[in-house]
T-cell receptor
Framework: QKEVEQNSGPLSVPEGAIASLNCTYS??????FFWYRQYSGKSPELIMF????GDKEDGRFTAQLNKASQYVSLLIRDSQPSDSATYLC????????????FGQGTTLQVKP | EAGVVQSPRYKIIEKKQPVAFWCNPI?????LYWYLQNLGQGPELLIR????????DSQLPKDRFSAERLKGVDSTLKIQPAELGDSAVYLC???????????FGQGTRLTVV
């Protein structure tokens, strides 16, 4: 089992819709969770981080964490074509809190 | 504030040749990471430094890869000799300390021919 799993997609949503990106992880002791956005040919850009169970909102983005279910999600409201990118889920594992482990990413396509 | 700076941005070399990448982290960031990213995959950690100490190099292929961060600031990653399978994007990232948010440089795209 991979440490961080994401559906590679592509996930296609119409402009203005809510995009829901999901991530599961295997290390129950993981503490810190991050969402990175990566445009094609560019480096990952941090857009959200969440440490506690529940929701965290930042503009059109909401990160959701459920440690009991080992599940992290990212919701993008009012999706725009400029949101089309690959979204990478990452975490710091419990055994080595400094190691940042990534999933393979989910490609999001927002169609005008 | 300047972000993480990497150079070169692109590098094309013949197999068996050496190559080196350079990274300057964000000022004040003690933790520095080198990642490798293959097409369609997430970044994979090669090595992590806390100041000048390599605290996690378990994924670094030590027969051909080496890295250093002598003064706890800039870092270099070297491959010698390069193989065709080393073609990838090499990303450097830094954070204030391990466990906090990491910020990435633009990466070096290596092509081995």
């Amino acid at each position: 089992q991979k440490e961080v799993e994401q559906n590679s997609g592509p996930l296609s949503v119409p402009e203005g819709a809510i995009a829901s990106l999901n991530c599961t992880y295997s290390d129950r002791g993981s503490q810190s969770f991050f969402w990175y956005r990566q445009y094609s040919g560019k480096s990952p850009e941090l857009i959200m981080f969440i440490y506690s169970n529940g929701d965290k909102e930042d503009g059109r983005f909401t990160a959701q964490l459920n440690k009991a279910s080992q599940y992290v999600s990212l919701l993008i409201r009012d999706s725009q074509p400029s949101d089309s990118a690959t979204y990478l889920c990452a975490l710091h594992g419990s055994s080595n809190t400094g190691k940042l482990i990534f999933g393979q990413g989910t490609t999001l396509q927002v169609k005008p | 504030e300047a972000g993480v700076v990497q150079s070169p941005r692109y590098k094309i070399i013949e197999k068996k040749q050496p190559v080196a990448f350079w990274c300057n982290p964000i000022s004040g960031h003690n933790t520095l990471y080198w990642y490798l990213q293959n097409l369609g995959q997430g970044p994979e950690l090669l090595i992590r430094y806390e100041n000048e100490e390599a605290v996690d190099d378990s994924q670094l292929p030590k027969d051909r890869f080496s890295a250093e961060r002598l003064k706890g600031v800039d870092s270099t990653l070297k491959i010698q000799p390069a193989e065709l399978g080393d073609s990838a994007v090499y990303l450097c990232a830094s954070s204030i300390q391990g466990g906090t948010e990491a910020f990435f440089g633009q990466g070096t795209r290596l092509t081995v021919v």
